[in-house]
């Protein structure tokens, strides 16, 4: 029989790193998913992000937008998105929701919309669920969600908020959501709010829960390992940042404008070696909810004259490019500060077959697209979308205030060197489409004091996550 003191000393690192009510930060594991038709669900993506930041008008006018916690977080369909485990109700109901700095509310699948996805919350189960009758929709472009605003207790990352507004979700277009996701939660600014809340971070912050006024992310890259179905995806940060993370300082650069979406102006840009002028407006938001990087129709066109045997695409792939697989598309980005190199591999998104009238050729889509000429309308609406093609290439910190973005170089061995010829396919997905010569046109810094409980969650879920993938 095992002595009391033996199983003491056993379950103490688990109790040293389970969230504690005065800890200063919390860091939130995140983990990842494989999915075989990643390039195949390229337009769609393509088009919800157009959808989300107001590119054309849809009939919904809705933009989706103390201590420290480290959550692990789920990378989801190749880098597509970024989940995270988020508890609702009382007693407590698990859910893999999207993290998004690029829209500001909170909704989950319920019960009552039938089949729309694999976990959804049931209502009549929370003692602490209160609905408010009110009936609200939020267009994405490639389909809607349709529900109530509600109000529940809501736990992430060892922290709660009760009667944290949320959008109780009847009814999903078929495929805006996919595998175990059952939802999003926004982690803009409340400003652009469809359900007029407060987002869950932010009333952290208002409640004087968070240690320091921001969250960070570590977005880890797919590696090539088909048979894999998850792994783990990196570590979100809130409250802190994780100094075991990234090196150097931290660089923070102002937002542009009012809280709203994240905003910094691109200030340069080359690609392969070449400048590439960003344009008269150059306003990004930044966007953990977003694969992509998209830009304006005449730099995008202008970023992929500068690759050998580039094609634009066209028919429902129009926007994005393809390009010769054995090619080594190397871009550097600076919003005004240090310059930021993109790691080959997160410009190849996966072989696809392209048509011309001579014949069928094998090239790889690139992470840059074309959104247009313009996106929405107004001061403040960004022209840019920089989502996780950049964002997994650097340590970012969003910080309410001052309100900044700061990116920091990933630590050794968090990020694999820049060099030789990247696999052609590292998702090992196919697809087809047709490409024409021109540009198509889419419809579409320092760790917190308290931060080895931090670290003690954060090794504990790798564990976890290591013995996941074995088994």
């Given at each position: ?5 033996l ?11 389970a ?8 860091h939130?594991p ?9 390039v ?21 006018t ?6 420290t ?20 109700g ?12 690029g ?70 277009t078929?495929?805006?959501i996919t ?18 809340a ?42 802190g ?53 998209a ?35 190397t ?18 998104l ?22 247009g ?6 001061s ?15 340590y ?73 993938i074995?088994?």
């Open positions: 029989m095992f002595s009391l003191p199983i003491a000393a056993v379950l103490l690192p688990f109790a040293l790193a969230p504690q009510p005065d800890a200063g930060v919390i939130v995140i983990v990842r998913r494989s999915q075989t038709n990643r195949a669900n390229l337009p769609k993506a393509v088009e919800a992000l157009r959808a989300k930041y107001g590119f054309r008008p849809t009939s919904a809705y933009s989706k937008r103390a201590n916690a480290a959550v692990p977080i789920t990378d989801e369909d190749n880098d597509s998105s970024y989940s995270g485990v988020v508890s609702i009382t007693p407590a109901q698990n859910f893999d929701l999207v993290l998004d700095t829209s500001s509310d909170l909704w989950v699948a319920t019960s009552s919309c039938s089949a729309c996805a694999s976990y959804e919350f049931t209502t009549s189960k929370s003692s602490t669920f209160q609905s408010s009758g009110t009936p609200l929709e939020i267009n994405y472009g490639s389909g809607s969600v349709k529900g109530s605003v509600a109000e529940d207790t809501v736990t992430f990352g060892g922290f709660t908020i009760n009667q944290q507004e949320l959008l109780a979700v009847s009814s999903i078929s495929g805006l595998g175990e996701l059952s939802g999003i939660m926004g982690l803009g600014f409340n400003t652009i709010s469809a359900l007029n407060t987002p869950f971070w932010q009333a952290l912050y208002n409640a004087n829960q968070l240690s320091e006024p921001l969250f960070s992310f570590y977005l880890a890259r797919y590696i090539d390992q088909s048979t894999m179905s998850t792994a783990p995806g990196g570590t979100l940060t809130l409250g940042t994780n100094s075991s993370l990234y090196q150097g300082s931290i660089e923070y650069l102002d937002l542009t404008g009012p809280a709203s979406y994240w905003l910094l102006n691109v200030n340069s840009l080359s690609v392969q070696g070449n400048t590439v002028s960003v344009g008269s407006s150059s306003l990004a938001a930044i966007d953990t909810g977003t694969t992509l990087i830009a304006p129709s005449t730099v995008a066109a202008a970023i992929w004259a500068q690759v050998p045997g580039s094609e634009a695409l066209t028919g429902e792939y129009a926007g994005l490019y393809a390009f010769p697989c054995t090619t080594d598309v871009v550097t980005i600076s919003f005004g500060g240090s310059t930021w190199t993109i790691n080959p591999a997160d410009m190849n996966g072989s696809i077959s392209t048509t011309t009238s001579a014949a069928t050729t094998q090239m790889c889509a690139g992470g840059i697209f074309d959104i000429t313009s996106v929405g309308s107004g403040n609406v960004p022209t840019w979308i920089i989502g996780d093609t950049f964002l997994k290439n650097v970012s910190v969003f910080r309410a205030n001052p309100a900044a973005v700061g990116f920091a170089q990933l630590a050794s061995g968090l990020s694999s060197t820049a060099t030789g010829t990247s696999n052609p396919n590292p998702a090992k997905v196919t697809s087809s489409a047709t490409s024409t010569s021109s540009s198509g046109n889419p419809l579409l810094g320092a760790a917190s004091p308290k931060s080895n409980i931090a670290v003690s969650l954060t090794l504990l879920a790798s564990v976890a996550a290591f013995f996941t074995l088994l």
